[in-house]
Nanobody, 115 residues
Framework: VQLVESGGGLVQAGGSLRLSCAAS????????MEWYHQTPGKQRELVAQ???????YYADSVQGRFTISRDNAKNTVHLQMNNLRPEDTGVYFC??????????WGQGTQVTVSS
């Protein structure tokens, strides 16, 4: 499975961005899709996940501000990021889980939130 993240950029605090992660396989073969956040010198942290059935999980730090969703027609998962904060700055990665196990990481997309 190949994943391509996009949608990052520079935004002021309080602004919004929508990240996308396009998968090279049918989304119906994916049972879990996740977004992670990484800052320099730190491990990647799980931000949000969505199951094949549409169930979602959010880290406490983004609850109420971020929304994860699936676009089945485009084999894509989105992360709508609202009310962004400077601490949301970093590289965002996605990964997926299929019957074959976990995918490799995509290249990530940089999000920078200025105060």
């Amino acid at each position: 499975v190949q994943l391509v993240e996009s949608g990052g950029g520079l935004v002021q605090a309080g602004g919004s961005l929508r990240l996308s992660c396009a998968a090279s396989i049918s989304i119906f073969n994916i049972n879990l899709m996740e977004w992670y956040h990484q800052t320099p010198g730190k491990q990647r942290e799980l931000v949000a996940q969505i199951t094949g059935g549409g169930g979602t999980y959010y880290a406490d730090s983004v609850q109420g501000r971020f929304t994860i969703s699936r676009d089945n027609a485009k084999n894509t998962v989105h992360l709508q990021m609202n009310n962004l904060r400077p601490e949301d700055t970093g590289v965002y990665f996605c990964r997926v889980h299929t019957m074959s196990g976990w995918s490799d990481w995509g290249q990530g997309t940089q999000v920078t939130v200025s105060s």
